[in-house]
């Protein structure tokens, strides 16, 4: 059993002492900064939210939430027998809430999501603070809690139905469970750990970057790769088994009903179709304009039933009906055209993953229309510009603190925990198709690098030597 360097104790008492300078007002400025994030987003739901029309995608998973409080595993429009198409981590949440606004009318599906997604945006404010403390600082903490609180596309977000709010703070809490860069954490952390990226995954399939995070973490901690890669190997084991526990059972469900073998949702099969093909933009909603890409991405696919619009009394979309459906045949082929394409077309496919790249973080795209479901384009009248460009300017500003901070910062740069995750994530997203919103889970990582550097002249009170010492991880009370 190893314990951790004796120097680390005036260190840590720095740390508390540098706690004490802010006082209880460091507490109360964090709570302030809580509070009213919260405030923000539930004034926003009230003013914004409204319920989505199918075939939106979040139209979808309010209809699938409802479908699983009566025991109906998810189904595609409603219709017809199993399907994958849809992933289920967010549905699984918002189920009971759902459930409730149908039961009792107090208030529709469409805001119960909005109010999960108040109080998951809540949650991540604090999980930014808490990271900000553990990874860069405690004087990090209360500026990176502020710009997520006031960050306006994340408070524009919380609105609509989409998973990327929800799924946020279960990504951060796949990184808390890590620990600290001087404190390892007991079995238990990676267990837990690993039922939250289990869940991550069933929410969207970047989450699978939450495995990252023992390895980071323990190479902060040991100080290098070869004092790492053992307890690692080990760490990262025990997230595994984690996220099995969720994975393995929605694995078998999909293959014995649906017949495909995997926890992830088919649709990932027209993102890689709309991502990898001939006559596409790195902006999917170009590409999902032009006609013959629907037809090659989607014919076959559990969107080419007419039943679904049918029983909504909706006139069915041209095309939509001329093929029979087959989801595990349009997957498969869909998959593996996407690869081929990729491995034939290696210059097309790097100058598409810079432009994905530019069009995932150059801006915050539709934002204000998201706020509404996409469903309009002109739904806040004359704000809708001022709107957007506040979103634009905030990520603009941010995001080039984010980068000073790994420029002149070290401990920033000590932090792959937090600046190693926007870049695995923005891989993920680039390996299909890209857009703004999908990089929101990983905005909270990009506040905390931009506060280290706004708080970079008052951290030297923060430092804490990493531990060192190899072989089995420690638990908090064997460090101290």
């Known amino acids: 059993m190893t ?32 509070l009213v994030g919260a405030g923000l987003r539930l004034l926003w739901v009230v003013w914004a939210t409204r319920t ?14 409802l479908d699983l409080t009566g025991g109906d595993l998810p189904t595609f429009g409603g219709t017809g027998g199993p399907s994958a198409y849809w992933s289920p981590g967010y549905p699984f949440i918002l189920a009971p809430f759902v459930w409730f606004a149908d039961e009792t009318g107090l208030l529709s599906p469409a805001f119960a999501a909005s109010l999960v ?13 808490l990271l900000a403390e553990r990874w860069i600082g405690t004087r990090a903490r209360v500026t990176a809690a502020w710009l997520v609180a006031l960050w306006p596309s994340l408070i524009f977000y919380t609105s609509t139905a989409h998973t990327e709010t929800a799924f946020t703070p279960v990504l951060l809490g796949a990184y808390l469970l890590a620990g600290s860069r001087t404190r390892d954490v007991p079995d238990r952390n990676w267990l837990l750990a690993g039922l939250l990226v289990g869940l991550g995954v069933l929410f969207r399939a970047p989450g699978i970057i939450g495995l990252a995070a023992p390895v980071l973490a323990l190479r902060v901690r040991r100080g290098s790769w070869s004092a790492s890669w053992r307890p690692a190997l080990r760490a990262t084991g025990l997230v595994l088994a984690g996220a099995a526990v969720l994975l393995v059972p ?21 993102a890689l179709c709309f991502g990898h093909n001939d006559d596409i933009s790195a902006d999917w909603s170009e590409s999902l304009a032009n006609p013959s890409l629907q037809v090659e991405c989607f014919r076959g696919s559990p969107y ?10 909706r006139e069915v979309p041209e095309g939509v009906g001329d093929a029979e459906v087959d989801e595990v045949a349009w997957y498969q082929d869909r998959v593996s055209d996407a690869v081929a394409w990729a491995a034939s077309h290696p210059a097309q496919e790097a100058r598409l993953t810079v432009a994905k790249v530019w069009e995932t973080w150059s801006d915050e795209g539709r934002v204000v229309e998201a706020a509404r479901n996409y469903q309009s384009a002109t ?11 506040l979103a634009n300017v905030w990520l603009w500003v941010v995001g080039a603190l984010a980068l000073a901070g790994l420029a002149f910062v070290p401990a920033c740069r000590r932090a792959p925990t937090i600046w190693v995750p926007p870049v695995l994530f923005t891989l993920a997203i680039v390996g299909a198709v890209a857009q703004p919103h999908y990089r929101f889970p990983v905005l909270p990582f990009v506040a905390v690098l931009a506060a280290g550097f706004l708080c970079r002249d008052r951290l030297e009170a923060d430092e804490e030597p990493p531990v060192t010492a190899a072989g089995p991880e420690t638990t908090e009370e064997t460090a101290s």
Do not use: H
């Open 379 to 389: 739904w806040a009248g004359g704000w809708m510009d001022p709107l957007g460009t």
């Open 117 to 129: 997604n108040v109080v998951a945006g809540t949650l991540t404010i604090w999980f930014t603070a």
């Open 3 to 34: 314990t951790a360097d004796p120097s680390a104790a005036p260190a840590r008492a720095g740390r508390g002492g540098g706690a004490r300078v802010g006082g209880s007002d460091g507490r109360r400025a964090l709570l302030a900064a809580v």
């Open 250 to 270: 929605w694995t078998i469900r999909n293959g014995v009903q649906v017949g495909i073998w995997s926890p992830g949702s088919t649709s990932n099969a027209s």
């Open 52 to 65: 989505p029309e199918f075939p939106t995608d979040p139209s979808e998973y309010l209809r699938i939430a």
């Open 304 to 313: 080419d039933d007419p039943e679904p619009y049918l029983v909504r009394g």
